[in-house]
């Protein structure tokens, strides 16, 4: 059985739908915590697939979590030997500068449910054509030289980039599951007093988006997961 390890920030942003495709692909899954549980350089290095979730802090925060340094170092040496890596929020906007890229202060928060503007060329993004998705981030990402956005919304014009077929970055939040939603309203309670969400209303759209999301979230990392190449760990 291949192993994945999934890099968390907050325990509630987990794989969510994606754990479901991951299972039936073969993968056997490990949570580890970014500061109080890091990955050696061996594993950053083994492991057949790599996931890096959301959270709370930015790369701007290295200062006072000093371990996103090393999770920075990791993922840079990961991406160099061209492995198998999944970013979601947080997560895509660490492998963005890890390869090179920059990370951006938005305007406003982006905190809700909505399209994706897609390109004719999508690649795995295709499944989410016309589906609205879950978006909580208050940075951008400026994609490193050599990937273009593969989607973007009014505000956030980089939602996902692609490296190969080894590495995927996706700054919405695909993998959301709806029965975590009272979990992430709680735990982020201070960022949405701070940007105003209306709570009502993100409730409504989720039960109205959810089911949809979910499938094609789960097909979207179906896709993803066919198109890595089996490859030998260096």
């Not at 056997?28 to 594993?43: I, K, M, N, Q, T």
């Not at 999770?71 to 895509?92: F, K, S, Y």
């Not at 980039?161 to 080894?166: D, I, L, R, Y």
């Amino acid at each position: 059985m291949m192993k994945c390890l999934a890099l968390y920030h907050v325990r509630f942003e987990d794989l969510g739908v994606f754990a479901g495709p991951l299972e039936r692909a073969g993968y056997a899954v490990e949570y580890r915590h970014a500061g109080a549980a890091p990955f050696s350089l061996d594993e950053w290095r083994d492991a057949d697939l790599v996931v890096v979730l959301g959270g709370p802090i930015g790369v701007g925060d290295a200062p006072a979590y000093p371990w996103l340094n090393a999770e920075l170092a990791g993922l840079a040496h990961r991406l160099a030997l061209r492995r198998p890596t999944l970013g979601i929020c947080l997560g895509a906007q660490l492998m963005a500068v890890a390869l090179g890229g920059r990370i951006v202060r938005r305007h406003a928060m982006e905190i809700g449910w909505s399209r994706l503007d897609l390109g004719a060329d999508a690649g795995p993004l295709d499944a989410l054509r016309g589906i609205p998705v879950l978006h909580w981030h208050g940075d951008n990402i400026v994609p490193p030289d050599g990937s273009a956005s593969l989607a973007a919304t009014d505000g956030t014009p980089c939602q996902a980039f692609a490296v190969g077929s080894h590495a995927l970055a996706l700054q919405c939040h695909v993998e959301f599951a709806a029965a975590a939603l009272e979990e992430w309203l709680a735990g982020h309670a201070v960022e949405l007093a701070h940007a105003g969400t209306d709570l009502h209303a993100l409730r409504a759209a989720t039960a109205r988006h959810g089911r949809d999301l979910a499938l094609a979230g789960t097909e979207l990392l179906r896709r993803w997961l066919a198109g890595i190449q089996p490859q030998e760990t260096p």
